[in-house]
């Protein structure tokens, strides 16, 4: 016996089992597969109950759309171009045939309505690189445009296909492309090809040339984004597409293809637009299109409720005028947010709609210049960098990694030395900016910019700091990004569109506002409370509303891109001043240079004052982490009690100032010997020493008048900063009396900036006062008996007028001044 076992066998009754169960799975199955042919029969057959007749004229629009502001005022009807004239496919130019089927179904004749190729290179796209990629055929699109509605479901894409395919075995393909080319949307409400010519070129189809023929064509794909109206350089680009897939086809040659590209556009220009705020209904339609597709738009009869207010939307539009309306005056863009929702209130995006449709406000692209500096310092008092932290404030150089040289202007005026961040930012100082974002890192500032409502992609290189980006922002994107500092650090994204109703009341959409952390709250605050300088007494003085308020100005190199954004706690707007179609230098508009400080902030005022005129006044709400300091403003540190020179200042609470290291102290000081020495030279050396002293004036004989006759304490005794050396000088024997200084000053208590007139003329002497000398305290000089001032930080400072008479007598007086 083998020692393998063997199987036991089966018993018939286990044979039995298992016919039983292959013969019901068998069963299931062929039910299975009998109800899958029913049901799907039985579908195809209401789907073709369903399906339109494909001989029959297309479906009519009859219905006109309305968009609406917040308050339910009309902005704009919008309706289809009625005045068509369809053409007959051989009074089409070629080339315009060829154009589209280039780019839209280059294996147009070779399907039969539905391209099994087409959709599958479309999916392989979808699934490879993310993006949504048409498969849609000439006649597909034809099918949607004329019979079917564009919701994105599988029973309208099954419905398309059908009808497709019925189509091609009613039409040829040349009666198809006729029905195509004069029914598709080309945008701007033109349906049709000889609409489209008329409304980009102002003439007959017929009359078309190769490249017109190419931009046409290409505006099929997506007239929100190809219009030449709406995006210059886009639809450019786009026609460029259409040519050299033109060429690839062989449908022209290299040298007609290079010519064509080489052609400027030039388009016709809209009618001008009978819509309320035409840049934003324009960017409100596009998203439609986008959303619902044109016919929605044109044909659907929706009802659209916006944010828009028509009331804020007049005050901009008048500031705008008030300020550029003169022939050859640069454009302006203009977007005001409700920082706590984003809603657009208003939006400008260029000084006239009617000679210029593409809408810098939100497509525009532009150098932000030094209104990019808030990012900076928002990033740096994040990181713990004091907001009254000195920095160098002349001009500098700066090597970088990759072994170039950043050389970078310093403050006006030629101005060095240390520099508080909190002053160098109210009077936009490039090189402490530069030297800021070499500290934190240009990445950490791209971060930040980024999550303040910035588009992504911002290199992230040093020269962001000064505004130099290698794609610009727009006023909307910005407007939004300084709207997370009005709301403490709240991200709002920014919208138009609050509502879409059909045609029979019920709704298509519904938006709500987007809110996001952003930034910290104490670090949103503090940088807000540092832009409320830039106004107040900064580069952006022309922008005060009497409200609080804050923003930053803008001013690109040679003067091409002007910017100021600024903020209440209820309104955000951001105004930019330039020339959209190119980078000219505005350095003699109404006879100035055009910088943020300008043109900008005074629009801007004129908005702001007029739209919040019925808001309250409220103040910046100011959140927990931040705490008071005493500090000493030439240092910005801790003040001590040797700092002269102290006002107030604000701080995160988690970093603090230490004490400050220039007043440390009483410091020995040898006194030196100023007998001998001329007055002026006496003052000068003890002014050097930082000794404080008297001048006594009177008759020493044999002592020539002006020369220090004697002096107390004596030579070689030690001093301290807080010594008073008293010194006697000769008046020359002469019986006559030296001058009586005195002066005057108003306001008695002026504030930060303001100006404070002086007035010594009022010293007397009995002969001629030949040389006033003013010294203001806080380093600044002047010559004359009458000027003007203005300090730069609080405090207490001290005022002294030196006169002196033609026999060269002197005398002085001091006051004090607080300035708060």
């Known amino acids: ?39 799907g029969f039985i579908g195809y057959r209401m789907l073709l109950r369903q399906l339109p007749d494909p001989g029959a004229a297309p479906r009519g629009r009859d219905q006109t759309s309305v968009v609406y502001d917040r308050n339910g005022k009309v902005l704009a009807k919008l309706y289809a171009d009625e005045n068509r004239t369809d053409r007959k496919l051989d009074e089409i130019p070629l080339e315009l045939q060829q154009a589209v089927i280039a780019t839209e179904d280059q294996r147009f004749y070779e399907h039969k309505g ?10 392989w796209v979808d699934i490879t690189r993310g993006k949504k990629h048409g498969g ?13 509605t564009s919701e994105r479901t599988l029973k309208r894409k099954l419905l398309e296909g059908i009808l497709a395919y019925r189509i091609e075995k009613k039409h040829s393909k ?17 349906y049709g090809v000889e609409a489209a010519s008329q409304t980009y070129f102002g003439k007959s189809v017929t009359k078309l040339n190769l490249q017109e023929c190419a931009l046409i064509g290409g505006v099929i794909k997506s007239p929100g984004l190809y219009s030449p109206y709406l995006d210059a350089e886009a639809a450019r680009v786009r026609r460029d597409t259409v040519l050299d897939q033109m060429l690839s086809e062989g449908y022209i040659t290299s040298e007609q293809h290079d010519v064509a590209t080489a052609t400027e556009i030039e388009v016709e220009g809209l009618k001008e637009s009978s819509a309320r705020a035409p840049y934003f209904v324009e960017w409100v339609k596009a998203q439609l299109a986008d959303d619902f597709g044109a016919d929605a738009i044109y044909r659907g009869g929706i009802s659209v409720a916006t944010t828009l207010d028509w009331n804020l939307q007049k005050d901009a539009e008048k500031a705008v005028k008030h300020a550029l309306n003169g022939a050859g005056d640069p454009s302006v863009a203009l977007v005001a947010l409700d920082p706590n929702t984003g809603e657009v209130l208003a939006m400008v995006g260029g000084r006239d709609f009617s000679s210029q449709q593409f809408n810098v406000a939100v497509q525009g692209r532009r150098q932000p210049g030094s209104a990019f500096k ?19 404030s002349g001009p500098a150089s700066f090597p970088l990694p990759n072994g170039q040289t950043w050389k970078v202007t310093g403050a006006s005026g030629g101005k060095k030395g240390p520099m508080r961040l909190r002053t160098a930012t109210e009077k936009s100082v490039n090189s402490v900016f530069a030297q800021l974002i070499l500290d934190v890192g240009a990445s950490d500032v791209v971060a930040t910019a980024e999550k303040m409502g910035l588009h992504s992609g911002i290199d992230a290189v040093p020269a962001i700091a000064l505004g130099g980006l290698s794609e610009g922002v727009s006023p909307l994107e910005m407007a939004a990004a300084y709207g997370t500092l009005a709301t403490g650090g709240k991200r709002a994204e920014p919208f ?40 107040e007494h900064g580069t952006g003085t022309a922008a005060k509303i009497g409200r609080p308020a804050a923003g930053k100005t803008g001013t690109t190199q040679e003067y091409r891109d002007a ?9 955000v707007c951001a105004i930019w001043v330039g020339y959209p179609d190119a980078q000219t230098e505005m350095k003699d508009v109404h006879g100035r240079a055009v910088t943020g400080g300008s043109f900008p902030a005074e629009i801007w005022a004129e908005f702001m004052k007029a739209a919040s005129e019925d808001l309250p006044e409220d103040d910046f709400v100011k959140p927990d982490g931040l705490a008071s300091v005493k500090i000493c403003t ?168 030196w006169v002196t008479d033609d026999a060269g007598q002197t005398s002085s007086i001091s006051q004090s001044i607080t300035v708060n």
């Open 563 to 571: 910017w100021f954004v600024g903020y209440t706690p209820q309104l």
């Open 496 to 535: 138009g569109i609050k509502e879409v109703r059909d045609a029979d009341g019920d709704v298509l959409a519904s938006v709500e506002p987007s809110i996001t952390d952003s930034i910290d709250p104490a670090v949103a605050y503090l940088t807000t409370d540092i832009l409320r300088g830039v106004i």
């Open 114 to 123: 539905v391209d099994p190729w087409g959709v599958a290179r479309a999916l």
């Open 174 to 190: 040349e009666e198809i492309l006729e029905l195509y080319l004069n029914t598709i949307y080309y945008g701007h409400g033109a």
């Open 136 to 148: 849609s055929t000439i006649t597909q699109q034809y099918v949607k445009q004329a019979f079917v």
């Open 374 to 392: 808030p990012f900076v310092l928002a990033t740096a008092l994040e990181e713990g960098i004091l907001p009254e932290q000195t920095f160098e």
């Open 634 to 801: 030439e240092s910005g540190g801790r003040a001590t009690e040797w700092c002269k020179n102290t006002a107030s200042a604000l701080f995160l609470s988690d970093h603090m100032p230490t004490d400050c290291t220039l007043h440390t102290g009483p410091t020995q000081i040898k006194i030196p010997n100023l007998i001998g020495m001329t007055k002026e030279a006496a003052l000068a050396l003890l002014k050097k020493l930082m000794l404080m002293f008297e001048v006594t004036e009177k008759d020493v004989s044999g002592v020539p008048a002006g020369i220090v006759a004697s002096q107390k304490p004596k030579s070689g005794s030690v001093g301290t900063t807080e010594t008073v050396v008293t010194i006697v000088v000769s008046n020359g024997g002469s019986t006559d009396m030296p001058p009586f200084a005195r002066f005057s000053f108003q306001p008695p208590n002026p504030t930060v900036a303001q100006e404070v007139s002086f007035d010594g003329s009022s010293s007397t002497d009995d002969k001629v006062i030949a040389m006033y000398y003013w010294e203001f305290g806080d380093g600044t000089e002047f010559e004359g008996p009458t000027t003007s001032h203005a300090y730069a930080a609080p405090g207490t400072y001290d005022v002294t007028l």
């Open 1 to 39: 016996m083998s020692g393998t076992a063997r199987k036991p066998k089966k018993t018939p009754t286990q044979t039995s089992r298992k016919r039983k169960i292959l013969k019901w799975v068998g069963i299931g199955t062929l039910v299975l597969i009998v109800t899958t042919l029913l049901v």
